[in-house]
C-alpha cells in the first residue's frame, strides 16, 4: 500500500507540476588576466551540466565590489557553454560571444557569485585574496576542474570548449567545487548529508557529506547550501547560526557527469537547555534522593530527545532521552537517580550535558558536596545551596576573579511565617573558605555559643511585637483623650461667645 501509494504520488508529481532545470549552472573558466591581444580583453565562461537547457533571464552574475554586475539574459544549452566576453565581441575573434557585459576583474583576486532568477545563489568564487589559478604573463586561463581550479595547459585557455588537462603541477584551492568537466559514469552518485539537527544560536554543528558514495567509484565534488545563502564547498566543516529559525540545508555531489543532492532539516533555537541544579549528596540515601534538574531558558518548547545526560567519562552509563523529551518554556525538568541510574560521587565527580552526537555540550565538576546541599547555578557560576528542584534557585554569591573561585557569603533571609509553622533561617557568618576546583558552603547554625536557637529568637521577637503592640496603644488612647478634650474647650468657648443673658423688664 505504502508503494503503490509513493509511485502515485511520484507520478502526478512529474506529470503534472512543471520541471525546472536541476541548478547545475556553474562558472567554469576565467580569463581574469585578458588575451595576448588585450589585457582588457577578458572573458567568463559558464557551464551547463543538466540534462535540460536553462533559461538564464534574470540571472545575475557580479563580484561583491560590483565590478562586474552582469545581468543575463539568453539560453544555455543542455551540456552547453556560455560565453561573456569584456565591453566587445572582439575579444575572442572567432568564437561568438553569447553575451557582452562592461566591468574589469581585479587581477588581484575577485569575489563572484553566480545567483539565479529567484536570487539563490547556485555558484561562487571567493577568491578575494587571490586567484589560485591562471598566468598573467602567459594569459593562461584558469579552468575549473573535478579536484578544484587548474592553470590551462594553452595560453588563451578553451572558451566554450572543454576544459583542457591543465598545466603539469595543478593548482588546486581549499574547496571542492562543482566541476563540469565530462565523466564516463554510468550511474549517479548518491549524496548523503546526514540526519536533521537541532542546536542553538552560535553553536558550532558538525556538517559531514563524506558518507556520499559514488557506484562507479568517481570522485566526488561537494557543495553544501546552508539554507541563509551561504554556499560552502567542501566535504566536511563545522558552521553556526546566528539567527533562530528553520533551516533546509542542501548537499549536492557531482562525480563528473552527474548532480545529485540531500537535504537536511537544521533547527535552530534561540534559549539554551542547561543544567540548573543536581543533588550528589542528599541527607537520605544516595541512590533515591539524588537528581539533575534541566532548565529551558528560551520562550517556546525545546525537543532534547537523543540528548545525554552523565557523569565523568569513566562513570555511570550515560542516560539518553527518550524520544518526544519535550521542556515547556521557562520551565525545570528533575531527573532523578531511580530514572536516570546515574550515580554522583560524594567526594569529587562532574555533572555532564551532552548533544545527541556525543559532544559535550555543558560539564560542571565538583568535589567534597555538603550533605544536603544542592549545586546551584547562579549569574557568576554554581554554588552550594539549599536544595530548589523543579523552582528558581536561591543564591548569594561573590567571586575572587583572582582565583576563579566561588565563594558563598552568609544570607540572613526574613523570618517567614506559614498558616501551619513559624520558622527562622540563621547562618553564621563564613570567612569565605576556598576548595580548590570546588565552592565554599554556608553551614546552617546549629551548636553555636553566640547565638541563640530558632525556638529562642522567635519567642524573644513575639515578645518585642507585643511589647511594642501595647505601648502602641496606650498612646493611641491618650491621643483620643487629648482630642476631646481640645474639642471641648473649643465648644465651651464658643458657646460663651455667641450666648446672649436674659433680660426681663
Do not use: C, H
Amino acid at each position: 500500500m505504502k508503494n503503490i501509494f509513493f509511485i502515485t504520488t511520484f507520478l502526478v508529481v512529474f506529470i503534472f507540476v512543471p520541471r525546472t532545470a536541476f541548478g547545475a549552472v556553474a562558472i567554469n573558466e576565467v580569463a581574469w588576466m585578458g588575451t595576448n591581444i588585450s589585457a582588457n580583453d577578458e572573458w567568463i565562461e559558464l557551464y551547463n551540466n543538466g540534462a535540460e537547457a536553462v533559461n538564464l533571464t534574470g540571472w545575475l552574475l557580479e563580484a561583491t565590489d560590483d565590478t562586474p554586475t552582469i545581468n543575463l539574459t539568453g539560453i544555455i544549452s543542455a551540456n552547453g557553454y556560455f560565453l561573456l566576453e569584456r565591453t566587445d565581441d572582439s575579444t575572442i575573434p572567432d568564437i561568438t560571444a553569447d553575451q557582452i557585459y562592461t566591468g574589469a576583474l581585479g587581477n588581484t583576486g575577485e569575489y563572484l557569485k553566480l545567483k539565479d532568477n529567484t536570487n539563490n545563489v547556485v555558484d561562487d568564487l571567493d577568491f578575494t585574496d587571490g586567484w589560485p589559478a591562471g598566468d598573467n604573463s602567459t594569459k593562461q586561463t584558469m579552468e575549473k576542474t573535478i579536484s578544484g581550479w587548474q592553470t590551462s595547459l594553452n595560453s588563451g585557455g578553451t572558451p566554450k570548449a572543454q576544459n583542457s588537462n591543465g598545466t603539469t603541477e595543478e593548482l588546486e584551492t581549499t574547496e571542492k567545487p562543482k566541476t563540469p568537466t565530462v565523466s564516463t559514469s554510468t550511474n549517479p552518485p548518491i549524496a548523503e548529508a546526514g540526519d536533521n539537527i537541532i542546536a542553538f544560536i552560535n553553536q558550532e554543528i558538525k556538517f559531514d557529506g563524506t558518507k556520499s558514495t559514488d557506484p562507479d567509484g568517481d570522485e566526488l565534488s561537494y557543495s553544501w547550501n546552508m539554507g541563509d545563502g551561504k554556499l560552502i564547498e567542501k566535504p566536511s566543516f563545522t558552521y553556526k547560526y546566528n539567527y533562530p529559525g528553520t533551516y533546509l540545508v542542501t548537499l549536492m555531489v557531482y562525480d563528473g557527469r552527474y548532480y545529485v543532492s540531500d537535504t537536511i532539516t537544521v533547527k535552530i533555537q534561540s534559549g539554551q537547555i542547561t543544567i540548573n541544579e543536581f543533588l550528589p549528596n542528599p541527607s537520605g540515601k544516595d541512590e533515591e534522593e539524588e537528581w539533575i534538574e534541566i532548565y529551558n531558558d528560551s520562550d517556546s518548547i525545546v525537543d532534547i530527545s537523543n540528548w545525554r545526560l552523565d557523569d565523568e567519562a569513566s562513570g555511570s552509563e550515560p542516560f539518553i532521552f527518550p524520544k518526544n523529551t519535550l521542556i515547556a518554556p521557562k520551565s525545570y525538568i528533575v531527573f532523578t537517580r531511580q530514572i536516570t541510574e546515574i550515580a554522583l560521587n560524594n567526594d569529587k565527580d562532574s555533572v555532564r550535558l551532552l548533544l545527541p552526537e556525543g559532544a559535550v555540550f555543558q560539564e560542571i565538576n565538583y568535589e567534597k558536596p555538603p550533605q544536603g546541599e544542592s549545586s546551584a547555578k547562579t549569574g557568576e557560576g554554581f554554588v552550594w545551596n539549599i536544595p530548589t528542584p523543579g523552582t528558581t534557585n536561591i543564591a548569594g554569591m561573590v567571586i575572587n576573579e583572582s582565583k576563579n573561585i566561588n565563594y558563598q557569603v552568609s544570607i540572613k533571609p526574613e523570618i517567614v511565617k506559614e498558616s501551619s509553622q513559624d520558622y527562622a533561617w540563621l547562618y553564621q557568618n563564613t570567612d569565605k573558605k576556598q576548595i580548590e576546583g570546588g565552592y565554599t558552603t554556608i553551614e546552617p547554625v546549629s551548636n553555636a555559643t553566640n547565638i541563640e536557637s530558632p525556638t529562642s529568637n522567635l519567642a524573644a521577637i513575639k515578645e518585642m511585637t507585643n511589647s511594642k503592640q501595647s505601648t502602641n496603644l496606650v498612646l493611641i488612647i491618650g491621643l483620643v483623650v487629648l482630642f476631646g478634650f481640645i474639642i471641648g474647650l473649643i465648644l465651651v468657648k464658643f458657646r460663651k461667645k455667641y450666648q446672649q443673658p436674659n433680660v426681663f423688664r
